[in-house]
C-alpha cells in the first residue's frame, strides 16, 4: 500500500530554464509504475515540463529510470528531471 | 654504426655501442630482459656487471653462450645458419619478455605493456639483421651487433619513447597508473574531436599537450568576435578564419610533435564515416541535437567509443557512449530528440567560458583513461556539473537497450540517415525560425520604424533628448527624462529575459519576459499590457524580441487568451479591434536594417 512521502525534485537544462527553479519539494505515493510517475511529474505536478517529456530522462537517487521499473521513494529521496543538453 | 633505419626512437650513439659492447659478454642469457628501473638502480647493475667483468677477465670468455653455437655448422649455407640465428634471438628475446611479465609485481614491466615492447624489440632485430646481411661480415659478429643494439635500446629504454618525449611528458609519466605506458598508447593513438568551439579548444588543447599522435578537428565554422569569451583556442587574429585551421595553429603552437588534420566541412550523413574511421576515439564537442546523433550513429557503425560532453549558461554533461559490452550509446539514453522549438543553443541561452572549458577538459581526461586503459571512465553514467551551486551529481545511466534502433540487437538505423529531418532542424539553423503567425499579425522592422517616427518616438534616448531640447528651444533639459511619455505614444513590449532587456532596447519598449507573460491572469495582462480601453486610444500592440521567435509566441497567446476570456473585461471596446502584431525578426534584424548602432549579440 502506498503510502506518501515528501521528496526533492531537482530540474536540469531545459527542465530549470522553464521551472525557472533548481529544486523544489513535492509529496507523492512512495511507491508506483514508472509510467505513474512520469505522469504525475508532466502532467500533474510540472505541466509547464509537459512539452520536454519525451525528451527528458527521469533519475531516482541518482539512477536512471527504465521504462518498466517500478519506482521506489524514500523520505527526501532525489528525482531528478534531466533533458540532453546539446550546447557546446 | 648508425641508427637510421632502426624504427621508433633511438637513445644510443656510436660510443654507447662500443660500452655496450664491453658489457654484453658478461649478461649471457639474460641479455633482452626488459626492466623499469630507477637511475640508482641503473648504476648498481652497471656497477655490479663492470665488477663481474674484471673478476672473470682470466675466465674463458664463453662466447657460445650468447651467441648460437654454430661453429659446427660451418658447412652448412650462411643463409640457413642466418636463419637459425634469428630464430635464436627472437627466441631468446621471448624467453626474456615472459621473464619479466612473471616478475611482473616486482618492478618489471608490467604485462601490458609487453606488446609494445615485443613490437619494438622484433623491429629492432629485424632491421638490424637486415642491415648487417647487406654487408660482408661474419656471422658471429653479425649476432653480435645484434645482441648489442637489442641491448643498448633495452637497457636504457625499455619502451618506444624517445629521450625528447621522456622529457616533455616527464610529469605525467610520473603518475601512477599513467606512466611510460600510458604514454607510449597515447602517442601512438588518434582523436577525433568534432567541433572545434567551446567544448573542442580546451578538450584539443589538453589532448594536444599531453601527446595524443593525431588529433583530427571537425568544423565548417568561422572564427567569430562573440566566440573568444569561451572558445579559447583562437585568438583575436584569427576572426574570420576557419575554426579548424585557427585551432590546428594554434595546437602547433603548443606542440610541434603531434600531427593534426583538419576537417573544414559539415559533419552530415555523406562525409561522417569516412573521416571517422580513422581515429580511435570520436569526442562529441558539437553544439545541436542534429550532430549529436548523427556522431552517437556513426560511432556505433563502426564501433568507436564516443566521449560526449555539452553544455549551456550554467550547466555541463558529460558521459562516455559505446565503451563496453552493456554501455549504452546516446539513442539508448535519449532516443527521442527534443523538438527544436525546445532546443536553448548557447547562442540563444549563452553559456560561461569556464562552463565548457570545464566539460571540454573532463573530456580531454576520458580520452586519456580510455587509450592509456587506465582509471574507471564515464561510460554508464553521466555527469551533470552544476557551474551556478557547485553541484557535481552523477547518475547511473541504463544498459545498453534491447529496443536502441542503432545499437540494439535488431536496430532500424543500420546505415547514417537524414539528421535535420530526424531532429527537425539543422546544422545550420542555430536558432530556428518560428512562424506560428500570418503576415498580417506581423510588422517588418522598417514598416515599424516608419510607425513609431511618425508618432514622435525617436530612435534612441539621445534622440529622444535631442528632440526635447528642440521642443524646449535651448532650455535647459532635466535630466531625469520622462520616457513615459514615448512609452504612451507606441506600445512596444520585449519578451526577452531581464539579463537581454538590460544589455540594448529600444526606448519605448517594456519588458514583459515571455515566462512572467504566461504566468498572468487575464486582469493582470491587461493591466500588465495597458491594453486600450477608450474608443479613441490607439488599438496597436507591439512585440518584439531578440529574433523574432518569442514575440510571435507573445502574440499567439495574448490572442487566445483575449479570444477566450476578453468577455471577462470590462472595457468599452471590443478586443477583436486590437492589433497585436509582432516585429518580424525582432532586435537582430533591427540592428541589421534600421539602426547598425543597434549593440547585437
Ligand atoms: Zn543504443
Known sequence: MATPVEIRVRFFGKARELMACEETRATIPNTMSYQELKNLIFHELYIDLESIESACILAVDHTYLSDHSTVSLRPYSEVAIIPPLSGG | M???????????????????????????????LIKEESNEDKMKRMNALLNRKRKKAVETPSESSIV????????????????????????????????????????????????????????????????????????????????????????????????????RYSRQLLV??????????????????????????????????????????????????DNLHRQVGHKEKNVGKKKTESLRDSLHELNSSIHINCHSVVLDRHSALEIFKGYDVIVDCSDNPSTRYLINDASILLNKPLVSGSALRWEGQLTVYNYGERCPCYRCVFPVPPSPHLVTNCA??????????????????????????????????????????????????????PKCAVCGPHPTVTELIDYDVFCGSGVHDKTPDLKVLSPSERVGVAEYAMLRKSRGVCSSIAQEIEGRKDENEGKSVDSSIDLSLSQSRIRLF?????????????PEATNVPLDRLKNMSIDELVKTLKLPMKKDEDKDVFFICHRGNDSQLAVRLLGERLTNEGETIHSDIDTNQLRIRDVVGGYQAWADIVDDSFPVY
Open chain 2, 176 to 225: 601512477a597508473d599513467f606512466g611510460v605506458t600510458g604514454q607510449e598508447r597515447l602517442s601512438s593513438s588518434s582523436v577525433l574531436i568534432v567541433g572545434a568551439g567551446g567544448l573542442g579548444c580546451p578538450c584539443a588543447t589538453y589532448l594536444a599537450a599531453a601527446g595524443v599522435g593525431t588529433i583530427g578537428i571537425v568544423d565548417f565554422d568561422t572564427v567569430s568576435l
Open chain 2, 348 to 401: 540563444e541561452g549563452g553559456v560561461l567560458g569556464p562552463i565548457v572549458g570545464t566539460m571540454g577538459s573532463l573530456q580531454a581526461l576520458e580520452v586519456i583513461k580510455i587509450i592509456s586503459q587506465s582509471g574507471a571512465t564515464y561510460a554508464g553514467r553521466l555527469l551533470l556539473f552544476d557551474g551556478q551551486s557547485g553541484k557535481m551529481t552523477t547518475v547511473n545511466l541504463r544498459e545498453r537497450s
Open chain 2, 494 to 506: 520585449d519578451t526577452r529575459p531581464p539579463c537581454e532587456f538590460a544589455i540594448a532596447s529600444l
Open chain 2, 2 to 32: 648508425s641508427d637510421d633505419c632502426v624504427p621508433g626512437p633511438s637513445t644510443c650513439n656510436n660510443g654507447d655501442d662500443e660500452k655496450v659492447g664491453e658489457l654484453k659478454e658478461e649478461r649471457n642469457s639474460e641479455t633482452v
Open chain 2, 68 to 167: 648460437p653455437s654454430i661453429d659446427k655448422e660451418e658447412d652448412e649455407g650462411t643463409k640457413r645458419r642466418r636463419d637459425e640465428a634469428r630464430q635464436k634471438i627472437l627466441w631468446e628475446t621471448e624467453r626474456a619478455k615472459e621473464r619479466a611479465e612473471r616478475m611482473g609485481p616486482q618492478g618489471w614491466v608490467r604485462p601490458k605493456s609487453l606488446n609494445t615492447n615485443k613490437e619494438f624489440l622484433s623491429r629492432t632485430i629485424q632491421s638490424t639483421l637486415s642491415r648487417m646481411q647487406k654487408r660482408d661480415r661474419d656471422d658471429k659478429s653479425i649476432i653480435r651487433s645484434v645482441i648489442m643494439v637489442v641491448l643498448t635500446k633495452t637497457m636504457h629504454a625499455p619502451h618506444s619513447l624517445s629521450k625528447e618525449q621522456v622529457g
